[in-house]
């Protein structure tokens, strides 16, 4: 994902079916309000990362990770809601009060246990 920081005022951003491995370099689209990453690489060791850097899209509302290979862990989905609470809906599915206030509670266990699937999956790849 590179040179989309010129895109200041861009809205909606499909990048599905399109091989990225890490969310990177969207700081600057502050106006980013929907992100299609459908059906990319994104897997538990870059996952932690990449959800962290649409924190600083405080515009984004809906997000779509279906397909990525970190959606096989059952925790993904509150612990995205959890780091992302600007957004209204996780793959197409809204997020209501209560799975704010399940992911808040559970914040901590998925974050030990997403790191320690990571650092395996990490060492896979090289």
């Not at 951003?13 to 106006?31: D, H, M, P, S």
């Not at 599915?93 to 266990?109: D, G, L």
């Amino acid at each position: 994902m590179e040179n989309l920081g010129h895109l200041k005022d861009l809205e909606y951003l499909n990048l599905a079916l399109n091989n990225v491995e890490r969310i990177e370099g969207l700081r600057q689209c502050e106006f980013l309000r929907k992100l299609d990453m459908t059906v990319n690489f994104i897997d538990l060791d870059t996952f932690e990362e990449s959800v962290r850097e649409l924190q600083h899209n405080r515009e984004l509302r809906e997000l779509f990770l279906m397909g990525n290979p970190c959606t096989d862990w059952k925790g993904h989905r509150p612990f995205v809601i959890h780091l992302l609470p600007q957004l209204t809906s996780l793959d197409g599915k809204p997020i209501n009060k209560t799975m704010r206030i399940v992911a808040a509670r559970r914040h901590e266990e998925l974050l030990k246990e997403l790191r320690s699937l990571a650092g395996p999956k990490a060492e896979e790849k090289k």
